[in-house]
C-alpha cells in the first residue's frame, strides 16, 4: 500500500513540473461494438467508463490541461494517426482496454504506430488487459511489428509516478517518446513498480520484456483525483477520424452519459475462484469517506446535472460499519440547504449475505437515494460457489428489498453442471431464474462462467481442456470471452448451454412477464417493467450476435487448448528473477551489465546467477 498522501503529492510535484513542458495527451477506450448485448446494452453507450475519466482527472490535477478523452463507444470511426490537439500531434497516447476490447486496442496502437518516429507520441498501454495480460499487447513478429511502448499495470499512482521522471528529466523540445526510451535504458524507471516494457532492437519488435513488479495501491480513495475533471475532457461524439476542436460542453454530458460511474469502494471479503478482485485489491478494502462521496455526487450534480450514480463496487455492503456511514451521510446532508437526496439516485453491487447483514437499514439507504442493488447470486442452491446464499435467504433479501423500494438485480451464471430444468430441486437454470423473477427480480443477468485473466481457475480450465481454440473452423476471439458466448465447457453438447442462455432470457424478459410485472403492487413495480422493455430490446441483440456460434457449436468439429495462455516473449524482473506479471516459471538470466552500469549507485541491483 502507498503510504498515506503520497498520491497528492506526487500531483503535486507535476503541478510544479508540467507548466514547462506545455504536454497535449489522448486518452481512447477502446470498444469492441461486438459485445453489446445482454446484460449491459445500453448502458454500455449511456454511461462514460470511470478508468479513462479517472487518468483524465489525474492528468488535469497535475498540470497536464490539453487532455481529450476518446471514447470508441462514440466514436468508433477514430484514427490515432488523424488525431490533432492544440493543432498538433498529441505527446502522450494512452490506449486503456479490457480484455473483451483487446483486438480494437491493438488496432489503434497499430494505427498510432504508423506516425512517424520523430513525431511519434509516446504511446502507453492501461486498464484490466494490460494489468492481467500485459504480455499480450507486445509483438515480437519482425514481419508484422507492433504495441505500445509500456504497459501500465496499475492505477493512476503508476502513471504519474513514471511521468515525474520523464518530466524531471526531457530536454526542451525533446519528445516524450525520446525521454522515455532514455529512461527506460538507463534504468531510471526501475523504481516504480507496475511497468511492463520491452527490450529489443527494432521498433515494435520485443525481444524480452521487463517487469518493475506489482503496483503499490492507494488506500485512501479520498486521494483519488476530483471525477468532475474527466468530465470537461470527453470528445464528442461522432463518426469522423480526428478530434473535435472543443470537448463536450457541459450542459450536454447528462444527455450523452445520463449514468456516472462512481467509486465508492474497493475490495471484496470473499474470495470466488472466478474472480480476480480480491487479488487485484491485495486482499484488502478500500473505501472513500461519506463526506468525499457525496461532494462528488453533488459537484457532478451541480456542474453537468447527473442524476444517476453508479457506484463502481466490488461489494458496497462489505464493511457494514462503512456503509452505514456512508449511507446515513447521503441521508441527512443538504448543499445550498437543499438535501442531496432529492438530487442523487445510486446504485451498486451487493451479495444476498451482506444484505441481509444489512437488512435494518435497507429502508436508510433508501431514504439516502439508493434504487437498486445488483446481487451476485451466481448459483441459488451454493453448487457451484458458496457465499452464504440459499434459496430462502434470497428470496428474504429479495423481499426487505422490494420492502424498502429498492430494486433487486441478480447476477447469475450458468455453468456445465447445471441442468436447464430440474425436477424436484432448484438446481436447474429455469427453476432458479422463476424463483428470482416471482421473488421481484427487476432485471436478470444470466452468463456461462468463461476463464478470466488472474482467477484462480485460469490455469485448471485450460488444462482440463475445456477451453476451445476454433469452432467449425472459426478462432476464439477475446470479445467471444464475454459470458455470453460458449467457449469453454467440457458438456458433449456445449451448444446445449449457449441454447440454455438465450432460453433463461427469453423465460424472463417476454411480453407476459411485462404485463404481470407491472399489473404487480409494490414499490419496484414500474422500474421493474421498464427493465422488461429494455430486456426485451437486449435480447434481440444478444439472439443476433450470438445465433451464429450457437450454430456453429452444433455442426461444426470443437478444437480446444490443452495449456493457458504464455507470453511468447521472454520475461523477466529487473533482477532476472521471474516476472510478477509473468504466465510461467523462466530460467533465471544474468542481467545485461551494459544495462545495470549506466544505474546511478542508489540503484544498482546485484546480477542475478
Not at 49 to 76: E, H, M, T
Not at 527 to 548: C, E, N, P, S, W
Request: hydrophobic content about 40%; charged content about 20%; proline content about 7%.
Amino acid at each position: 500500500m502507498l503510504k498515506p498522501g503520497e498520491l497528492t503529492a506526487v500531483c503535486s510535484r507535476l503541478r510544479r513540473l508540467a507548466p514547462g513542458h506545455d504536454l497535449t495527451a489522448v486518452i481512447v477506450c477502446a470498444f469492441d461494438h461486438r459485445t453489446r448485448m445482454l446484460p449491459f446494452i445500453f448502458a454500455d453507450t449511456r454511461m462514460a467508463p470511470a478508468g479513462v475519466r479517472a487518468i483524465g482527472s489525474a492528468l488535469l490535477q497535475s498540470g497536464i490541461d490539453k487532455v481529450r478523452i476518446v471514447l470508441q463507444q462514440w466514436n468508433r470511426f477514430f484514427k490515432p494517426s488523424r488525431m490533432r490537439l492544440d493543432g498538433r500531434i498529441p505527446d502522450l497516447f494512452l490506449v486503456s482496454s479490457m480484455g473483451l476490447h483487446s483486438d480494437e486496442a491493438m488496432k489503434l496502437i497499430r494505427d498510432a504506430r504508423t506516425i512517424p518516429p520523430d513525431q511519434r507520441p509516446l504511446i502507453i498501454a492501461g486498464g484490466p488487459h494490460a494489468v492481467y495480460q500485459p504480455y499480450e499487447m507486445f509483438c515480437d513478429d519482425p514481419a508484422n511489428p507492433n504495441g505500445p511502448d509500456v504497459a501500465v499495470t496499475g492505477e493512476e499512482f503508476v502513471l504519474l509516478s513514471m511521468l515525474e521522471v520523464l518530466l524531471s528529466l526531457r530536454a526542451r523540445g525533446e519528445s516524450m517518446r525520446s525521454v522515455f526510451l532514455r529512461a527506460r535504458d538507463s534504468g531510471m524507471l526501475d523504481d516504480i513498480p507496475g511497468l511492463v516494457y520491452p527490450r529489443g532492437s527494432r521498433d515494435g519488435v520485443a525481444e524480452e520484456l521487463l517487469d518493475t513488479g506489482i503496483q503499490r495501491l492507494v488506500g485512501d480513495l479520498d486521494e483519488l483525483p476530483d471525477p468532475v475533471l474527466g468530465y470537461r475532457l470527453l470528445e464528442p461524439p461522432g463518426r469522423g477520424k480526428g478530434l473535435a476542436s472543443q470537448a463536450v460542453a457541459p450542459g450536454r454530458v447528462r444527455y450523452l452519459s445520463p449514468i456516472s460511474s462512481l467509486v465508492l469502494t474497493f475490495g471484496c471479503k470473499f474470495a470466488c475462484p472466478y474472480c480476480p478482485i480480491p487479488a487485484y485489491n491485495q486482499r484488502q478494502h478500500r473505501v472513500k469517506s461519506s463526506g468525499r462521496i457525496a461532494q462528488d455526487m453533488y459537484r457532478l450534480n451541480k456542474e453537468f446535472g447527473l442524476r444517476y450514480f453508479f457506484g463502481a463496487d466490488d461489494n458496497f455492503f462489505n464493511n457494514h460499519a462503512r456503509t452505514l456511514e456512508i449511507i446515513q451521510t447521503l441521508a441527512s446532508v443538504e448543499f445550498d440547504g437543499v438535501p442531496l437526496r432529492r438530487n442523487a439516485r445510486w446504485y451498486s453491487e451487493v451479495t444476498v449475505h451482506d444484505t441481509l447483514q444489512m437488512k435494518d437499514h435497507l429502508k436508510l439507504a433508501h431514504k439516502a437515494g439508493c434504487r437498486a442493488l445488483w446481487l451476485g447470486v451466481e448459483d441459488l442452491t451454493a453448487t457451484l460457489v458458496n457465499k452464504g446464499q440459499t434459496v430462502e435467504k434470497t428470496k428474504e433479501a429479495f423481499g426487505r428489498l422490494r420492502d424498502a423500494g429498492i430494486c433487486p438485480m441478480p447476477m447469475m451464471m450458468h455453468y456445465d453442471a447445471q441442468p436447464l430444468y430440474s425436477r424436484g430441486s432448484d438446481r436447474g437454470l429455469l427453476n432458479q431464474v422463476n424463483i428470482l423473477r416471482k421473488s421481484g427480480a427487476a432485471s436478470m443477468q444470466v452468463l456461462m462462467i468463461t476463464p478470466s485473466a488472474g482467477t484462480k481457475l485460469l490455469e485448471q480450465t485450460y488444462l482440463d481442456g475445456s477451453v476451445f481454440s476454433r469452432v467449425g473452423g472459426a478462432a476464439v476471439l477475446p470479445h467471444m470471452f464475454d459470458g455470453n458466448h460458449v467457449v469453454a465447457s467440457n458438456s458433449a453438447r456445449p451448444w446445449q448451454k449457449q441454447l440454455n442462455l438465450l432460453i433463461g432470457y427469453l423465460f424472463f424478459y417476454n411480453p407476459v412477464c411485462f404485463i404481470k410485472t407491472l399489473l404487480r403492487r409494490d414499490k419496484t413495480s414500474h422500474k421493474a417493467a421498464g427493465m422488461q422493455l429494455v430486456g426485451m430490446v437486449g435480447l434481440i441483440y444478444t439472439i443476433r450476435g450470438t445465433i451464429g456460434w450457437l450454430a456453429r457449436l452444433i455442426f461444426g468439429r470443437i478444437e480446444r487448448l490443452s495449456k493457458p495462455p504464455v507470453s511468447r516473449i521472454p520475461m523477466r524482473s529487473l533482477d532476472g528473477q521471474p516476472a510478477s506479471h509473468g504466465t510461467e516459471i523462466v530460467p533465471v538470466v544474468k542481467v545485461n551489465p551494459a544495462v545495470r552500469l549506466r544505474l546511478p549507485p542508489s540503484r544498482r541491483q546485484p546480477a542475478a546467477v
